[in-house]
């Protein structure tokens, strides 16, 4: 069966720091990978998704940046943090676009 | 206009109580739609897809108006495990990957 794994589960880091959240999948080839925020009170909003290896697509400007390194690998990576990156973010899949399924998510806290 | 709106709620209701949410969406091309439930500080998952013919899942029942554009979701005999947020969401179109629209979700409540 197919699953997903996103780490970590929660994280503080101070304004200025780094980032590097991962998402793995297992179970399934050349899915179609998301990232997607949830900021408190909001809707969910769609920062990358990526359809194949190295293929990447930025749905809105950001301080974020994602990478797809091997086939069932998503990575989403700021160089410095602000306050405003602070959320819920979600790692997604799909195969053939439908069926989504999400990880269990990193909240994430800018101080 | 947001791609998709939810009255955020929240919905108090006591248990056994009937509750329907409505959705709206902006594209009149949209493609497909569900319901998703999301628990406090927990990832969604998908609770139903919304046929055009409408659909029923146990005490679930969702049903979706082109003309209008909206979709909504029943739920009856409400139990206290159905306290949560439902989200609506939308696929805009069809290609090469499919992009899910969500609506900021409506809070539902059941209470003893």
């Known amino acids: 069966s197919q699953t997903i794994h996103q780490w970590p589960a929660t994280l503080v880091q101070p304004v200025g720091s780094p980032l590097s959240l991962e998402c793995t999948v297992e179970?399934?080839?050349?899915?179609?990978l998301y990232w997607y925020r949830q900021a408190a009170g909001r809707g969910l909003q769609l920062l990358f998704y990526?359809?194949?290896?190295?293929?990447i697509s930025s749905e809105v400007p950001q301080n974020l940046s994602a990478s797809r390194p091997q086939d069932r690998q998503f990575i989403l990576s700021s160089k410095k943090l602000l306050l405003s990156d602070s959320g819920f973010y979600l790692c997604?899949?799909?195969?053939?676009?439908?069926?989504?399924?999400f990880g269990s998510g990193t909240r994430l806290t800018v101080v | 206009r947001k791609e998709v709106e939810q009255d955020p709620g929240p919905f108090n209701v006591p248990e056994g109580a009937t509750v329907a949410f409505n959705c709206t969406y902006s594209?009149?091309?949209?493609?497909?739609f569900f319901w998703y439930r999301q628990d406090c500080r927990k990832e969604p998952k998908l609770l139903m897809s919304?046929?055009?013919s409408g659909n029923e899942d146990g005490r679930f029942t969702a049903q979706l108006n082109r003309a209008s554009q909206y979709i909504s979701l029943l739920i009856r005999d409400s139990k206290l495990s159905d306290s949560a947020t439902y989200l609506c969401?939308?696929?805009?179109?069809?290609?090469?990957?499919?992009?899910?629209?969500f609506g900021a979700g409506t809070r539902l409540a059941v209470h003893p």
């Open positions: 997604a899949w799909s195969v053939e676009g439908y069926g989504y399924t």
């Open positions: 179970g399934t080839s050349n899915p179609n």
């Open positions: 990526s359809v194949g290896i190295g293929q």
């Open positions: 594209n009149s091309a949209s493609q497909s």
């Open positions: 919304v046929y055009s």
């Open positions: 969401v939308v696929i805009p179109f069809s290609g090469g990957y499919n992009k899910l629209i």
